[in-house]
C-alpha cells in the first residue's frame, strides 16, 4: 500500500472531523461529516475491503447523513435557516482526545501486522456471510443488542426534553 493511497484519506479525514468540530453551522457540521465518511471507504479500499466501503458509502455516506440532514432542517425547534451550535469545553475535549489517539497508536504500534494476516481475513461476501453466522455469531448478536438499547436509551432521553 502506497503512502499516499493512505495518506491523502488519512488527512481528508483529518481535516473533516476538525471541521465537522469547529464549524459554527450545524447543516455544515453535517455536510463535512459526510465527507469524513466518504474518506473512510476511501481507507478501505485501500485495505482491499471493497465490501465494507461499498457499505460505508451506502448506509453512512448516503444514508446516515441524508438522515440527519432532513433531522436537522426538518425539526420543529428550527425558527431560522441557520442552526448554529456551540462547542464548549474544548481543553476538555482536546485531553480526551489526546488521550485517545495516545491509546490507538500504541496498540497499533504493538500490534503485529503481516501479509500473512490480511490474506486470512475474509474479503468477499460469502466469506463475510458465513463469519457473522458462524465464528462471529455471538459477538455480532450481542452487538445489536447493544445498539438496540442504544436507540431506546435515545428515544427515552428524547422523549423526557420534549415533556419538559
Known sequence: ???????????TMLIGGLAVVFSR??????????LVLFATAALFVTLRADFIAAVQVL???GGVVTLMLFGV?????IESARILHESQNHLRGAVIALATFGLMASAIL???????????????????????????LLPFEVLSILLLAVMIGAIVLARKKDAA
Not at 453551522?25 to 459526510?34: E, G, M, N, P, T
Request: hydrophobic residues 50%; charged residues 15%.
Open 1 to 11: 500500500m502506497s503512502v499516499l493511497a493512505f495518506g491523502v484519506p488519512a488527512a
Open 110 to 136: 504493538q500490534t503485529p501486522f503481516s501479509e500473512a494476516t490480511l490474506a486470512d481475513t475474509a474479503t468477499d461476501t460469502a466469506q463475510l456471510g458465513e463469519a457473522f453466522l458462524t465464528d462471529w
Open 25 to 34: 453551522d450545524l447543516v455544515r457540521s453535517v455536510l463535512w461529516l459526510a
Open 73 to 77: 432542517m426538518l425539526t420543529h425547534r
Open 59 to 61: 448506509l453512512y455516506t
